[in-house]
T-cell receptor, first 114, second 111 residues
């Protein structure tokens, strides 16, 4: 199926640990994103990558490090996890200069830091 | 800057109509609309580009007033499946690669 797939779907971890979330899209899109959705449902952009290059970094703490090995993959590594990092993280993709095509979101990773 | 949506929540009976508004203080290139059901990902509904066009998708349509930097989403003869949280997302320029979302409008449709 053509889609944006994220793994894992759920992640429960202790404060101070390091974790990674993986994202892959097979839509042939040029641009990929990470969004964070907090408990109040606010969707906030974190990073934007175009063809493996970082385009936007929305003043996200250095503990968050995205990596894009190729234009179909965008992973997110988080160091020294804090309670406030608990949220749902969505990966998304879109064609560059999308015209009438919107973003396609992955199913999300619910991160709980205890 | 985050666009502002109104109302924050709407409760309707099946068959009633709803309007959700999205306003920005900045000049916009495009407005997107998404629907998110509980525990799921946001799903793209439609995009409106600078030029004030109106778009339609089944019984859901939208308009974009470029002068006022406002967009409205119209849901007519609502169905139970329309329940969810609706988000508008705005872009300041073509290919901006940064969609900024409003705070969401929760729509509940009762039988």
């Amino acid at each position: 199926d053509t889609a944006v797939s994220q793994t894992p779907k759920y992640l429960v971890t202790q404060m101070g640990n390091d974790k990674s979330i993986k994202c892959e899209q097979n839509l042939g899109h040029d641009t990929m994103y990470w969004y964070k959705q907090d408990s109040k449902k606010f969707l906030k952009i974190m990073f934007s990558y175009n063809n493996k290059e970082l385009i936007i970094n929305e003043t996200v703490p250095n503990r968050f490090s995205p990596k894009s090995p190729d234009k179909a993959h965008l992973n997110l590594h988080i160091n020294s996890l804090e309670l406030g990092d608990s949220a749902v993280y969505f990966c998304a993709s879109s064609p560059l200069g999308q015209g009438t095509v919107g973003y396609t979101f992955g199913s999300g990773t619910r991160l709980t830091v205890v | 800057q985050q666009p502002v949506q109104s109302p924050q929540a709407v409760i309707l009976r099946e068959g009633e109509d709803a309007v959700i508004n999205c306003s920005s203080s900045k000049a916009l290139y495009s407005v997107h609309w998404y629907r998110q059901k509980h525990g799921e990902a946001p799903v793209f509904l439609m995009i409106l580009l600078k030029g004030g066009e109106q778009k339609g998708h089944e019984k859901i349509s939208a308009s974009f007033n470029e002068k006022k930097q406002q967009s409205s989403l119209y849901l007519t003869a609502s169905q139970l499946s329309y329940s969810g949280t609706y988000f508008c997302g705005t872009e300041k320029g073509r290919g901006a690669q940064k969609l900024v979302f409003g705070q969401g409008t929760r729509l509940t449709i009762n039988p």
